[in-house]
């Protein structure tokens, strides 16, 4: 039953969890549902720069950005963060996409690192890297799904397998909804169900960028590399599996 209460849409956009086909997919909705372009804020769209994200504005931008009462967002926020800003609305729904752990990592290392060249790391693969960066490039990137439902958007912050229950806490609140990129489809459908009635999704899902999940260079991975992610990202591995368990009812 659709809740009439929420004042906003916020989608908690993790990164390289098919966020940018989201990103286009609720822009067209919310247009679709004649939500006022102005009460709609999502980075690369309706003249927004793609590069401004909550946490990369600048002080102005934020007091401009805090004086909005946004209807639709879409950006990378962690859940509950209009308890710490002003301009998502004081009800807001959440959603958010997750995706197999190690298929994220190496989504966010190819796309960044290998192809865009950050970090100097342009057409290096994870196993040309030294050992010690190599190491510390699995780390920083670690548990990122614990970040953005903790309340960060930076991963490698938290490691405490006992964080777990606050964790499921957050994710069994009514007002946050999540789905798996791997069945994209059942997602949206079983949010449709959740949103306040002035807001409907499409039902064309565009699914590009993220959605080459062939191209992840798992075949250039060593036992070793693949032990030492399991071990350094073993909570956001736990809250996956949480995900996918309760996805499915089991």
Known sequence: MKNHDYTSFIFSHIPKCGGTSFREFLYNSAIDSNIDSNRIYIPGYNNVNVNKNLNQL????????????????????????????????????????????????????YFFYYRQGADGCKGKHLIDLPRDRRSQMIKNLSNIYASYIMGEVKSGIFYDID?????????????????????????????????????????????????????????????????????????????????KSSLSGA
Request: proline letters at 4%.
């Open 163 to 243: 964080l777990m229950d606050d964790i499921v806490t957050k994710l069994k609140q009514d007002n946050y909804h999540y789905g798996l990129l791997s069945n994209v489809d059942l997602a949206i459908a079983d949010l449709s169900s959740h949103l306040p009635d002035w807001l409907s999704l499409r039902k064309d899902f565009p699914k590009v960028n993220a959605f080459n999940f062939h191209d992840t260079y798992r075949d250039r991975l060593t036992d070793d590399l693949i032990d030492e992610f399991n071990s350094c990202n073993a909570l956001d591995i736990k809250i996956y599996e949480y995900v």
């Open 58 to 109: 600048s002080k102005y931008e934020l007091r401009t950005f805090s004086k909005q009462s946004y209807q639709v967002v879409a950006m990378h926020v962690p859940y509950a963060i209009h308890l710490e800003a002003d301009g998502f609305g004081s009800h807001p729904l959440y959603f958010s996409l997750f995706r197999e752990p190690l298929e994220r990592f190496l989504s966010h290392y």
